[in-house]
């Protein structure tokens, strides 16, 4: 009987072996045809950035700024569906910069600044993200400003805007039917501005941030996620029902005990 045990032990030692090698080979092909599939949905982004140098060109010259434009990082790849989506943002973006940021020359000079503005346009790889920043040496955004102009156009009241912070009071340039051109030209103060922007980014589960210093220039950073053919997601069971949340969307994951969640009414 104890040969027999033995006999048996081995045997359920082998086949576990081999499924567990099987499994493995399984796990090994799929992950490289998933990487085949998402290599074949990538594209270049410079493949969208090379229209651009001519289009700050035309437009500088249109509003009589004189613009140094540059382009780094070009290598990183996207998702076309994500390029596409990317296009018309990045494009607004930059005549806002230039029609909003970067002054005129003898304003600049006035300010101590070199008389040609400088527009530059990064991108990079960030885990599981590409990032692209727009970063020019203009005016900036005046939060003060900002907030006269959501004011006037009847966006918030004006106590509420006085309650705002500097960082809080940026956000409001995102809120719809926002300009703070005093005039509407073919450029800009339509009221169609980064509200669009910031929804379009959001459709494909992108994110969009501003920094900026009143008189030294802005940054505006695109987060954007490499494809959008597969999400890495976390999964949560809850009563029986399994949930799959985007890891993107997940700032933390904590242990908690059941004696630790207290009901309150």
């Known amino acids: 009987q104890l040969g027999l045990r033995l006999q048996a032990s081995k045997e359920t030692a082998v086949i576990g072996n081999e499924v567990a090698a099987l499994s493995a080979r399984l796990q090994r092909t799929s992950q490289e045809l998933q990487e085949g599939i998402m290599k074949a949905r990538l594209l270049p982004l410079r493949s969208i950035l090379s229209k651009f140098p001519r289009m700050v060109r035309d437009l500088s010259s249109r509003c009589g700024k004189l ?3 540059e382009i780094r990082g070009e290598r990183p790849e996207l998702d076309k569906t994500v390029l596409e989506a990317i296009d018309d943002p990045l494009i607004h973006i930059l005549r806002n910069a230039i029609d ?12 101590g600044k070199p008389e040609r ?4 346009l990064s991108a990079w790889y960030q885990e599981n993200q590409v990032l692209i920043q727009v970063k020019d040496d203009g005016a900036g955004i005046d939060p003060d400003r900002v907030r006269e102009s959501a004011v006037n156009k009847g966006l918030i009241t004006r106590e509420a805007a006085a309650r705002l912070s500097d960082r809080e009071a940026l956000e409001l340039i995102f809120t719809p039917g926002f300009s703070t051109a005093r005039t509407a030209t073919e450029v800009s103060g339509r009221g169609v501005g980064l509200d669009v922007v910031r929804s379009n980014l959001e459709r494909i589960n ?13 940054s505006v950073i695109l987060r954007l996620p490499l494809t959008l053919a597969i999400v890495r997601a976390l999964l949560v069971e809850c009563s029986g029902i399994t949930y799959a949340i985007p890891t993107s969307s997940v700032e933390e994951v904590l242990v908690v005990q059941r004696e630790d969640i207290k009901t309150i009414k």
């Open 206 to 218: 992108g994110h969009i941030e501003i920094k900026s210093q009143a008189g030294i220039g802005t």
């Open 117 to 120: 503005g400088k527009i530059t």
């Open 67 to 69: 613009v140094d434009f």
């Open 100 to 111: 909003h940021g970067i002054e005129m020359p003898d304003e600049r000079r006035t300010r």
